[in-house]
């Protein structure tokens, strides 16, 4: 059980455009959702933390224009980064977990090129 | 604030070795401990964890005991292959409202034949 995918696994765009990662709890109700950024050889880095129906709570030095969180629902929610540039590129990981429980449960991770 | 200290890497053994990666923490409260290994291309999977003092995790050979007195929460695993080469990080969540992890840096493994 507790089973969280990401959508794409790899995507490349063009620099100056946007591009939207979605993150699903697939086999529980995640009430929290976490995005974290991963650069090369280096920890993971939380970028925000979501929870479900109310505004993401960002990290400080984190864009929130920049990068959009959005969790509508209890099993879903996305990342968008907009105007995306080069420095965006980088390996972006979801997280999930619900109220009371310490664990979370790690998506695969999408990896994000803008050229 | 809370943090997790881990041995920097990369750490390299042959396969059969003994391997122990450090890690200490800081917290002002009773924190729960986990070690995240991540295989290349993947994401994080959880490979153990401890929820209180004393306790020890276990996972695929794999243990760590949560060490109150000396804030430390080691992994040791007696005979390591070359699957477990692989990124290894502790981490710690302060289980507050918001069940945020503190990630160590991680710690790079390689097992060769």
């Known amino acids: 059980g507790a089973v969280v995918s990401q959508h794409p696994s790899r995507v490349i765009c063009k620099s100056g455009t946007s591009v939207k990662i979605e993150c699903r709890s697939l086999?529980?109700?995640?009430?929290?959702m976490f995005w974290y950024r991963q650069f090369p050889k280096q920890s993971l880095m939380l970028m925000a933390t979501s929870n479900e129906g109310s505004k993401a709570t960002y990290e400080q030095g984190v864009e929130k224009d920049k990068f959009l969180i959005n969790h509508a629902s209890l099993t879903l929610s996305t990342l968008t980064v907009t105007s995306a540039h080069p420095e965006d590129s980088s390996f972006y990981i979801c997280?999930?977990?619900?109220?009371?429980?310490?664990?979370?449960?790690f998506g695969p991770g999408t990896r994000l090129t803008v050229t | 604030g809370d943090s997790v200290t881990q041995m920097e890497g990369p750490v390299t053994l042959s396969e059969e070795a003994f391997l122990t990666i450090n890690c200490t923490y800081t917290?002002?409260?009773?924190?729960?401990l986990f070690w995240y290994v991540q295989y290349p291309g993947e994401g994080l999977q959880l490979l153990l964890k401890a929820t209180k003092a004393d306790d020890k995790g276990s996972n695929k050979g794999f243990e760590a005991t949560y060490r109150k007195e000396t804030t430390s929460f080691h992994l040791e695993k007696g005979s390591v292959q070359v699957s477990d080469s692989a990124v290894y990080f502790c981490a710690l969540s302060d289980g507050g409202a918001t069940n945020k992890l503190i990630f160590g840096t991680g710690t790079l493994l390689a097992v060769q034949p």
């Open positions: 997280s999930a977990g619900y109220v009371g429980f310490h664990e979370q449960y």
């Open positions: 917290a002002t409260g009773y924190p729960s």
């Open positions: 086999d529980f109700q995640a009430t929290t």
